[in-house]
């Protein structure tokens, strides 16, 4: 006879969905012993050996955000480019293909600028001052937000929560004390032969436009692992229309699988270094079932533009279906853990808070 089995419970509609978060600048040496960890798995390589934080502050000592910073090398046409953040901060990671020992930095703002030297290796920390006042600002900080998500089959046991989740991030961000001046963007993305390959909605300031688009959202077809994730940052970061000066710029990623290396181009790390270069930070966001591989990419995003590598969480580990709780079979250490949607509205507001007052 065979053992009764009790019928699985289904879990509730509007369960809460948990995640938890690191910071692999902040912790850089854990971040480069997990890289060490993962020799084998296929990616893309981003130089960061030689990573280094710069800090610009303006004549009163404020932080400088959105100014623009060139790194050159010598003998080398082609610049890195970066901006700076909401605290005036921006990591430096010169690519394999600079050569040489010894970096200059430009740093340039409203009319105001400045050059500083950095040598390769002696420092990790470097400290740029633009005369005048560019640090200073009026009014609220604008913000641009982007979600990124794939939209495959696979996301079907979660993209009913993730919705919910998301519309609750933009509804928290839009009531916050700060009131931002907030522009919100959507593209998913699927793979080739699928219905639609890349779908978006450009920045707008219609939240109710955004929450439509938003629950029309269904997650359908893919087939194999990998998606179509770097078309879908390259549409992000290139064709989406991001404002300009003095504004915060982030990408939720929201994904389950890694991208297809098989495609050619556009590849991820360029538009992770135009990501770079127009100041747009990446929080990547691991759903169930991300691999190994998926793992290491999304951190690579998160990493090398200053973002977060957030993963959901659950009860049992390995057991999506067990429900929210503090466990995860991804490769992370020393994780906080929170719902979703306050998690990410937390880092929202960390960034904006950063944002210099009037003057």
């Known amino acids: 006879m065979t053992p009764y089995q009790p019928p699985i419970q289904p879990r509730p509609a509007t369960e809460p969905v948990s995640a938890g978060v690191i910071d692999d600048n902040a912790d ?3 971040y480069l012993a997990y890289r060490a960890r993962w020799p084998q798995l296929q990616r893309r390589e981003l130089a ?3 990573r280094v934080r710069l800090e610009v502050r303006d004549g009163q000592g404020r932080p400088v955000p959105d100014a623009t910073v060139s790194v050159f090398a010598a003998g080398r046409a082609q610049p890195l480019w970066a901006r700076t953040d909401a605290g005036g901060r921006a990591w430096l990671m010169p690519q394999a293909d600079m050569a040489g020992d010894l970096f200059e930095v430009q740093v340039s703002k409203a009319g105001a600028s400045t050059r500083v030297l950095w040598q390769r290796g002696q420092k990790d920390g470097l400290q740029a001052r633009l005369d005048g006042r560019p640090g200073s600002a ?6 641009d937000l982007a979600f990124l998500v794939d ?4 996301m079907g046991d979660e993209i009913d929560k993730l919705k919910r989740s998301m519309k609750a991030i933009v509804d928290q961000i839009a009531q916050l004390p700060s009131r931002p001046d907030l522009c919100l963007a959507l593209v998913a993305y699927r793979d080739r032969g699928d219905a639609f390959f890349i779908r978006g909605a450009d920045f707008s300031n219609d939240l109710a436009g955004f929450q439509s688009a938003l629950a029309q959202l269904q997650a359908d077809a893919g087939g ?5 994730m770097k078309e879908a940052l390259h549409t992000a970061v290139h064709r989406l229309s991001w404002r300009g ?4 710029r982030l990408v939720v990623l929201v994904a389950d699988a890694p ?3 098989d495609y050619g181009a556009p590849q991820y790390d360029d538009d992770l270094r135009g990501a770079l270069a127009r100041g747009i930070k990446v929080f990547s966001v691991g759903a169930s079932g991300l ?3 998926g793992e290491y990419i999304l951190r690579q995003a998160a990493q090398f533009t200053g973002g977060r590598f957030v993963f959901l969480t659950y009860a049992e580990a390995a057991r999506p279906s067990s429900g929210p709780g503090r466990e995860t079979v991804h490769d992370v250490r020393n994780y906080s853990v929170e719902t979703l949607d306050k998690l990410v509205v937390r880092l929202v507001s960390e960034e904006l808070a950063q944002w210099p007052g009037k003057p």
């Open 28 to 30: 850089f040496g854990e």
């Open 224 to 228: 194999d692992n990998p998606e179509a």
């Open 245 to 248: 000066e003095g504004t915060a």
């Open 259 to 261: 991208p297809h290396l």
């Open 291 to 293: 691999d190994p591989q």
């Open 48 to 50: 960061i050996d030689a």
């Open 151 to 154: 939209a495959t089959g696979s």
């Open 138 to 143: 009026s009014g609220p900080a604008r913000l």
